[in-house]
């Protein structure tokens, strides 16, 4: 099959494909529960600082990586380094890694589909019962979420670059944004939603310390969708008369000012619900946000709106969030099925076939470790404690191989691509960036401080999670 490489239809369709990429649950709730957590704006500031000084010039990296070769990750790493087999690896790391951050990705959106359909039935009450999230992941019944949820993310990537992935960016990332805005509205007209935005807006920089400052680097280049393969894959799709750097700009900017607004949606329904909320109370975990504490904000709006119109707000909030769930999980899969259509030659429906069948056991067999199976609930033991097939995944690919992934590309582009050909990727398409600022800070930067962060992450997190060390107290 020599067919010409797809592409995307316009410079806009690739930014809102890569921004729907990286606008993801890690925005809509991930970000607002760190910064509740973590001193508010304090985090923002430090957040942003992250997003813009060391995600995004590894975001131009892995645009230009998949730009130049217009390849996979393998097939890109393989050709710029003449199959070299240590790059190879890295390569193949690149595609394993987005697979199976997308059987852990997959899981938590296959239970947003199914509160989002249990909100559309009536059934708010019932998702409010601060027990029922507990039960729900073990029903049988997360199986049909699952499969309604992987048939959608089919549809679409069948569909192909420019009339699959480009036309539901297109369609979904508007719609997100106007849900997104209406829903902060609609929060701060609540009583006592200003409490929150005080809250959020007075930076609080005694919380900041070494662990709120590697969380808030880890949650940038997640949020960013980096060293996942992802936008190697999508900026192997652009166009060469479109620029890298100010597609990349959009893209960051976009994922930040979502998640800005997100924390303005979340945290004034917090204190809304609560005037007296102590943040050091609320959980942790973006995860018993959304299943635990969010329902009850929306059933408690009862009293003053209604049942209907409240489940209709959480009904918006439950779409919202599956809205950027799919274009995150349709943009990870993308990477695997590239790899497979590139390296083996075959037809995307072929390929997808393939995929899925192997997503579909990973996903089930991680569906399973909330207590559904023995095996893969307590499935290894590491650092101390009993760990789940799911707990594993996160541990591994989302938490110690994304920033060794990271460490790879930069000095991938500078050391073994050189800075001049990286220099002349970027330079395709944006002329404007020869000799700018940008690009003496991207040159400078990918060759000194970036890559040493990435890799001093990596091995901090290594030490932490499996030999249960911390080198920052
Ligand atoms: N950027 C996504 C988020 O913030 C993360 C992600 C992207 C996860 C793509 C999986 C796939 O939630």
Redesign the pocket.
């Known amino acids: 099959m020599n067919a010409p490489r797809e592409e995307f239809g316009s410079r806009l369709g690739f930014i809102l494909a890569a921004a729907g990429?990286?606008?993801?649950?890690?925005?809509m709730v991930?970000f607002p529960v760190a910064a509740t957590k973590n001193g508010g704006a304090a985090f923002l500031l430090i957040y942003a600082i992250f997003v813009f000084l060391i995600c995004l010039p590894v975001m131009l990296a892995e645009m230009a990586v998949g730009r130049k070769t217009r390849k996979d990750p393998l097939g890109a790493y393989s050709e710029l380094t003449s199959n070299q087999p240590g790059w190879r690896l890295a390569g193949w790391l690149s595609i394993i890694t987005p697979f199976m951050?997308?059987v852990f990705?997959m899981v938590i959106t296959v239970w947003i589909f199914g509160y989002l359909f249990n909100t559309a039935i009536g059934n708010l009450d019932m998702l409010a019962n601060p027990d029922y999230f507990g039960g729900f992941i073990n029903e049988t019944s997360i199986f049909i979420y699952m499969a309604a949820v992987s048939a959608i993310v089919y549809l679409i990537l069948l569909g192909g670059v420019k009339q699959g992935i480009e036309k539901a960016a297109k369609i979904l990332m508007p719609t997100l944004f106007i849900m997104l805005l209406g829903l902060v509205i609609f929060v701060l007209t609540l009583d006592n939603a200003f409490a929150g935005v005080e809250y959020y807006l007075v930076p609080d920089f005694s919380k900041i310390n070494a662990n709120v400052v590697s969380a808030a680097m880890g949650q940038a280049f997640?949020?960013?969708?980096l060293g996942?393969g992802?936008m190697i894959t999508y900026g192997s799709y652009l166009s060469s008369r479109d620029g890298i750097p100010g597609s990349a700009k959009l893209v960051a900017l976009t994922d930040t000012a979502v998640a800005f607004i997100a924390g303005l949606m979340i945290i004034p329904a917090v204190f809304s619900f609560n005037p007296n909320t102590d943040t050091a109370d609320l959980s942790d975990s973006s995860l018993s946000m959304i299943f635990s504490f969010l329902p009850q904000i929306f059933l408690a709006l009862q009293t003053s709106i209604g049942y209907f119109a409240a489940s209709l707000v959480a009904g918006v909030f439950f779409l919202l969030v599956f809205f950027a769930a799919i274009t995150?999980?349709v943009?990870?899969l993308e990477v695997p099925n590239a790899a497979i259509m590139d390296e083996r030659n075959v037809s995307r429906k072929k390929s997808l076939i393939m995929l899925g069948a192997g997503m579909i056991v990973f996903a089930v067999i991680s569906a399973t470790s909330f207590g559904m199976l023995n095996f893969t609930t307590e499935f290894v033991n590491y650092a101390g404690a009993p760990k789940s097939f799911f707990d594993v995944i996160y541990d591994v690919f989302y938490d110690t191989i994304l920033p060794l992934n990271g460490f790879l590309i930069c000095i991938f582009v500078i050391y073994r691509w050189k800075k001049a050909n990286f220099n002349s990727a970027l330079e395709e398409g944006e002329e404007s960036y020869r000799n700018s600022f940008f690009q003496k800070y991207v040159d400078f930067s990918m060759s000194t401080f970036i890559p040493i962060i990435l890799l001093l992450i990596f091995i901090n997190t290594v030490a932490i999670k499996f030999f249960g060390y911390s080198f920052i107290g």
């Open positions: 990429s990286a606008v993801g649950i890690g925005n991930g951050i997308a990705y997640f949020s960013l969708s996942m992802i995150s999980l943009s990870i």
